[in-house]
């Protein structure tokens, strides 16, 4: 069984910061090890869910072209925790945030259950 739990969501000025923490558990043996990629998805109101930030195998770093230089994500392999630091918050930000670990195996995607974030301008 793969859990992905979220948190530090939350309501913030624009110009803001909030970090966003993702505690993964997984009690599938060898699972580590099919993991490829891991990272945030947002999701704004009547959109479709977009790629934000993640870590791809090697290790590599991608972004997407919104929140480069005001995103980082990061992963901690000791504690299984993938976090997304966001600081200089635009309103444009505002959306539900979803933490994401790819597999090389199906069902390929392990999604967390959403946490709201939201900019006020």
């Known amino acids: 069984q793969v859990q992905l739990v979220e948190s530090g969501g939350g309501l913030v000025q624009a110009g803001g910061s909030l970090r966003l923490s993702c505690a993964v558990t997984?009690?599938?043996?060898?699972?580590?090890?099919?993991?490829?990629?891991v990272g945030w998805y947002r999701q704004a109101p009547g959109k479709q869910r977009e790629l934000v930030a993640r870590?791809?195998?090697?290790?590599?770093?991608e972004y997407a072209e919104a929140v480069k230089g005001r995103f980082t994500v990061s992963r901690d392999n000791a504690k299984n925790i993938i976090s997304l630091q966001m600081n200089s918050l635009k309103p444009e930000d505002t959306a539900v945030y979803y933490c994401?670990?790819?597999?090389?195996?199906?069902?390929?995607?392990?999604w967390g259950q959403g946490t709201q974030v939201t900019v006020s301008s």
């Open positions: 870590i791809i195998a090697g290790p590599t770093t």
């Open positions: 997984a009690s599938v043996p060898g699972f580590n090890a099919v993991v490829d990629a």
């Open positions: 994401n670990v790819h597999i090389q195996i199906l069902p390929n995607n392990y």
